[in-house]
């Protein structure tokens, strides 16, 4: 297709999503946008890129839950002096003011990743679920993510709603909400899981789903509708 005509189709197209005003038919119609135009393979690289930052970042958001928890733990301590507890609180806020840091860092490296491919259908789909009804904090809340976490012996299988909640207290992340991860402290008292837990650098070939699945690869699919299209029951 000459580059000119696509991009008057593509004007045309997003005219008409832009009045749909039916959430799930706007993202079939994004999709199906998708499919005719995919993306080339810098673009493909920035989604992976992105869709991982997403993965650590919700570890490095959990880590930093734990993190202010334990600090204030060893700070309600510190009297009489013990140089054990001084070591551990110096140790921990330590930690905790690295960890903050690492999440900065990954927050501008996502938005840094999605600059290429801001305009992409796939990209306004992925930001139609995850963002355009952020302050509601529900749309992980999905049947099949809540199962997930649910089997991976997550929060959602208990009462305490640690998933409905924000996972820390820096300001940057008082509207995100997320599953269960490793770094649950939620999860890791309950399962005398307390250690270091490194927060993982975003490794894109490393994804646990693709974002291209065929036909046959469920688990992927099933992925990419909860994440990306927030279609269907996933
Ligand atoms: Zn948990
Ligand atoms: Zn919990
Ligand atoms: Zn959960």
Not at 39 to 44: G, I, S
Not at 48 to 67: N, P, T
Not at 133 to 157: I, K, M, N, Y
Request: with cysteine; aromatic share 8%.
């Amino acid at each position: 297709m000459r580059l000119r005509k696509k991009q008057h189709i593509v004007k045309i197209l997003r005219f008409v999503e832009d009045r749909i005003s039916d959430k799930t038919k706007a993202q079939r119609f994004r999709r199906w946008q998708h499919e005719l135009f995919g993306l080339t393979p810098d673009e493909w690289a920035s989604l992976a890129l992105s869709i991982s930052c997403h993965e650590s970042l919700d570890i490095a958001v959990q880590r930093q839950g734990w993190l202010e928890k334990e600090c204030a733990r060893l700070k309600g301590l510190q009297e009489p002096y013990d140089p054990e507890i001084a070591s551990a609180y110096h140790m921990t806020r330590y930690e905790k003011t690295n960890n903050e840091t690492i999440c900065e860092q990954l927050l501008s490296l996502k938005s840094h990743a999605e600059k290429p491919i801001a305009s992409k259908a796939i990209f306004r789909a992925l930001w139609h679920t995850q963002c355009a009804d952020a302050q509601t904090f529900t749309w992980h809340l999905t049947p099949w993510l809540v199962e997930r976490c649910v089997l991976s012996g997550g929060c959602c299988g208990r009462s305490c709603e640690c998933c409905t909640r924000a996972r820390c207290d820096l300001p940057a992340w008082a509207n995100a909400r997320g599953h269960c991860t490793p770094a649950c402290p939620c999860c890791g008292e309950r399962n005398g899981l307390q250690g270091p837990i490194s927060v993982i650098a975003p490794d894109p070939n490393q994804l646990p789903f693709s974002l291209r699945p065929d036909r046959s690869d469920r688990f992927s699919w099933n992925m990419m509708d909860a994440l990306v299209w927030g279609i269907g029951d996933c």
